[in-house]
């Protein structure tokens, strides 16, 4: 069986063998299968039996994820598939465009100024490292041939083998022959990427097996996809490019004036207001000579702001039906902003087509539940859905409620925040080593970060809005050397360290989730809600609640990463001892509700 199934190892483990069993039925009753698979449960392992499958019915995997470390376990994996069932076949890892680029300096551009000079360089010839990879030369087939032979690699060994060619282009090339590509959501999400990818590589659609690894992330970044905004100072900008370029203004300023004019004559609570499409609907005559007229000034930097102001024209001639079109007013920098949105509400509606014609899906994650929550505003309805249990042992994990404060908006006060940094300053004091705690604000995180500051022994490290990859590192890296002596990572549910660091072993002793991360009840939180009344009739569940106990369980997650973690979570918050938030925690968590929180530790510690 273990052979049939191309099983890495030579032992499989009771839940996995369960696991894949599910996922065969699944896939031979052709339904796609969404699986809840707690840290720890070796998911990646499916990808044995899907690749099974793929060769013998000529398909090809996409594993996607947005991971880094993922990127490489699934190298791993199928590097031991390879070498244990001695089977041949090709793989190829990507990863942005961007992050493969060799190009100096191009990490400083923004994503959407990358692509649009990548564009504009490749239609002018103007990349050497593009037009070597077009040529069909001896060395190019030479290097292919090495790249093949080393497969798989992950996609920085391919970069650094390739970096005279492009090494997107390379990957393209090898993704002709590829059983396997590893590569990131947008890859398959994106209409014109995927396009693009199949084209080259000669693979559709109906001939793909897609994994979707840490699901929970699909409608975030579908919803992304779809979403487009535009704000005075970008048309500023456009208006100031077409001056410098010696273009016409007159229209660009036309809509400037429109924006400043809708957001005078319509009434703003909360600086923000719904708008009509009809109110900023423009010609797509108009719309096509602003691009025509971006080609100027893409003829001589790698961005057109003229071109980001066509974009978002013709985005906003799209449907009402799952949009939601914001006007917001703001300051930057003192100066006053204009902004208006065409958010995407639904991401059923980038991905429906998808779940239609792929030959199968598997979506799983850590936090995929509510599952059918997932499934249904993916847009999933052929589909088989499963939740498996933690097998991470019971006795090395306190998951605990603490009912004595709350961040709750309307019983928010100094007191309050007085008793949560006791509460802190005490559980940190007693817990020797590493604690991580998640605020549901940057402002209540300062707010108790003055407090704390004079009360614990502990060192405290902070985390800030908009931190880059390289800042995050650096406190991480600071906050890991004290795990002996024991130091405070505070941080925001939502931010950089809510999910997706691994702080194995005894880096990281306790996780604190002080408060419910409730997005702000803003316009687009209230149309969502009503949206998903409409569709589900669980407007409140789907558009507000779950969200925010998907982001608590994920800050959560941190805590225990491998069988032997130990850990401590406390949930400091009086609301997830309510009915409706305490049956949203997966029950292998085993939560107790304790107004002791001491106590509980206390025993937990001395079973140590
Ligand atoms: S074609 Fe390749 S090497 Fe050239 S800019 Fe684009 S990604 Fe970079």
Known sequence: MLNEILFPHDKIREIQDQMIKDLLTSYKNKKHFLMHAPTGIGKTSILAPLLAKAIKNNKTIFFLTSRHTQHKIAVKTLKLIKEKHKIDFTIVDFIGKQHMCPIKDISSLSSSQFYE????????????????????????????KKLTSLSPLHVEELCKLSKEYCPFEISCSLADKAKVIIADYHHILSEPIRKNIFERANKSLQNSIIIFDEAHNLPKRARELLTANLSTPIVERAIKEAKQFFLPTEELEKIHTNLQYISKSTSISNQETLIKKEDFLYPKELIKSLKKISETPLEEKKRSYILSVASFLESWHGPDQGFARILTKGTSYRKPFIQLSYKCLDPSILLKPIIKESHFITCMSGTFSPINFYKDILGFTNSTLKEYLSSFPKENQLNMIVPLTTTKFTQRSDQMFQNISDILTSLTNQIQGNVLVFFPSYQIKDDIFNLLQFKTKKTIFQESPSLDKQQKEEILI???????????LLAVSAGSFGEGIDLMGDLLKAVVVVGLPLTKPDLEVKKLIDYYDLKFNKGWDYGYKYPAMIKTLQNAGRCIRSETDKGITVFLDERYAWNNYLQCFPKDL????????????????QND
């Open 117 to 144: 000079y990548c564009k504009d360089v490749r239609e002018k010839d103007e990349c050497i490292h593009y037009l070597k990879s077009k040529n069909k030369s001896p060395e190019k087939a030479v290097l292919l």
């Open 478 to 488: 600071k906050f890991k050397k004290y795990k002996e002596i024991g130091s405070i």
């Open 590 to 605: 085993n939560i107790k509700i304790s107004k002791e929180p001491s106590t509980e530790i206390k025993k937990f510690l």
